[in-house]
């Protein structure tokens, strides 16, 4: 059967909006990498339109046996699934009730709103590739209510609200499921790890806990005690990524944050974040962001 799926794509090279059919879904919400479901019943053909999407999925009513990445896992009403980027749901059996919200968002949206909280959402749910939760009824009262706020500002498209505000709600959001994977001890403790998720974990440590991440991976490496070959390896095994993508990563994210949110001159970010001088600092974020460190500062 031919499912129809309407996504609103923003386009920033043109500023105009377009629209795409594909799966029986549809797309409340769109903005950059940002996608807002409702009333999803069925998973399994469910992609985030973002190839480095994660999705978070809230389980509204029923319940569902979900299959995916190796995993097998049961959610119920009140439940909350992490679905890093690459995850395969494979298969969903569920019950006449079911039905869930979904919220992609890309990867680098997620550490960009986090920011230093960044290193529990990736050791948590990189760690487990599907990770659930289970919240109180106080919990899933307090998800509904930042649900429904979110999509009250998304709801009318000729009246959709700044996108930062949208940006500060699931800032908001994300930061409570943060606490609440803590809180829920749902990182599986090192004594249970195998010594290559250790190592993993110990490396999103390492980048996420230096001023200057734009490090060597061989210094990386160095510090873990182990090749920078086997390093690359472990990363790409538990997140999809190289030790490469990763520092860039973090180091993106804190040129973002730093453009965005201090009253540091470009020279003074470049200078923090460890660049050589001005020129290759430049090229950097053109390369990254695809623009210079002054126009994306500009834009804002």
Known sequence: MQ?????????????????IEFNNLFVDYTEGDVVILDNVMDLVHLHPPKQNSSMIVFCREGNAKIQASNSNVEMGKGDVLFCPMQTDITGCQSNADFTCNVLCLADHIIQGLLHDKADIWHRAVYTNKLNL???TDAGQEEFGYYYALIQSKTRLREQQAPYEI??????ALLLDLCYQLDGANVMVSEQKLSQGKMLFNKFLKLVSGNDVKRQPI???????????????????????KTASDWVIQYTTEDIRFYLRNSNLSIKEISAKLGFANMSHFG?????????SPSEFRDKL
């Open 3 to 19: 499912a129809k799926y309407h996504i609103m794509a923003h386009d920033t090279q043109r500023d105009k909006r377009r629209f």
């Open 218 to 240: 061989t210094q990386y490496a160095s510090q873990l005690a182990i090749t920078p070959k086997y390093l690359t390896m472990l990363c790409l095994k538990y997140s999809d």
């Open 166 to 171: 949208l940006q500060a709600l699931i800032r």
């Open 133 to 135: 939760i289970h919240l």
């Open 283 to 291: 090229s950097y974020v053109r390369k990254h962001l695809g623009v």
